[in-house]
């Protein structure tokens, strides 16, 4: 019994099949994780600022509307 254990994990540590996919996965983990973490932290700051470019886009807008409707 320990000997059939012993070869299946001998056989497992050869097998190379899946690593490619697991390194694959650690680079993208290091990648994202990080940057959530600033997204985490920063969240305060960029909820402000998308608010703010919002909207002067929504006040542009509105005056684009209005020297629109003035020519009608």
């Known amino acids: 019994m320990i000997r059939g254990l012993w070869d299946r994990l001998k056989r497992l540590e050869r097998d190379e099949t899946g690593s490619q ?4 996965l650690l680079i993208i983990a290091a990648i994202v994780l990080p940057l959530l973490g600033l997204l985490i932290i920063f969240r305060n700051e960029i909820r402000d600022w998308v608010v703010e470019i919002w909207k002067k ?3 542009e807008a509105g005056k684009n509307e209005s020297d629109f409707i003035g020519k009608l």
């Open 21 to 24: 996919g697991l390194e694959m």
């Open 57 to 59: 886009i929504r006040e």
